[in-house]
T-cell receptor, first 114, second 112 residues
Framework: AQKVTQAQTEISVVEKEDVTLDCVYE???????LFWYKQPPSGELVFLIR??????QNEISGRYSWNFQKSTSSFNFTITASQVVDSAVYFC???????????FGKGITLSVRP | NAGVTQTPKFQVLKTGQSMTLQCAQD?????MSWYRQDPGMGLRLIHY???????DQGEVPNGYNVSRSTTEDFPLRLLSAAPSQTSVYFC???????????FGSGTRLTVV
């Protein structure tokens, strides 16, 4: 069975602070992908990144970076110098290799205060 | 290219009424799914489809029906609405399970 755990439920930071959102997953698949999605207050779900289980290199995109560690089954997301526009709910998700049941964590609500 | 289009955006139903939430995509995606989002529960899979004519149940299928007669459309039917079905519903599609899913803008459903 697959499982995605986002133990943090709510995080509040002051603008310009760095913040890390944790994601721990369980899967029996040997090859898999991991996703992060953002849901701003407007409600839509925005795809942020996809990571292949074969590639453990960290990924950086502007102020966003992702740390994938297969040994600890974690795929953490760091926002550097946070901004008010980063306020959103962030979901980690795991699509299985054999079927299309995309499994989401329960989400982390990030509030960035000015 | 409109992406994933969901209608309606808002709906209020009375208990026992039935209705269909529409979902259409114009990206020729084979994979389509319906999720419901409730506070503190994240997104839970209701039904999904891997292609026209093929559907299967997700985590919370009770009270919902789906069909997939075309690649483009994947409607979700509420058979007899209950207050427990008050939620925000998202439709999503993908070309491949290894690529990111594109989500519709959601339908906010209230059952009174």
């Amino acid at each position: 069975a697959q499982k995605v755990t986002q133990a943090q439920t709510e995080i509040s930071v002051v603008e310009k602070e760095d913040v890390t959102l944790d994601c721990v997953y369980e899967t029996r698949d040997t090859t898999y992908y991991l996703f992060w999605y953002k849901q701003p207050p407007s409600g839509e779900l925005v795809f942020l990144i996809r990571r292949n289980s074969f590639d453990e290199q960290n990924e950086i995109s502007g102020r966003y970076s992702w740390n994938f560690q297969k040994s600890t089954s974690s795929f953490n997301f760091t926002i550097t110098a946070s901004q008010v526009v980063d306020s959103a709910v962030y979901f980690c998700a795991l699509p299985p290799g054999a079927n299309s049941k995309l499994t989401f964590g329960k989400g982390i609500t990030l509030s960035v205060r000015p | 290219n409109a992406g994933v289009t969901q209608t309606p955006k808002f709906q209020v139903l009375k208990t026992g009424q039935s209705m269909t939430l529409q979902c259409a995509q114009d990206m020729n995606h084979e994979y389509m799914s319906w999720y419901r989002q409730d506070p503190g529960m994240g997104l839970r899979l209701i039904h999904y489809s891997v292609g026209a004519g093929i559907t299967d149940q997700g985590e919370v299928p009770n009270g919902y029906n789906v069909s997939r007669s075309t690649t483009e459309d994947f409607p979700l039917r509420l058979l007899s609405a209950a207050p427990s079905q008050t939620s925000v519903y998202f439709c999503a599609s993908s070309y491949s399970n290894s690529l990111g899913y594109t989500f519709g803008s959601g339908t906010r459903l209230t059952v009174v």
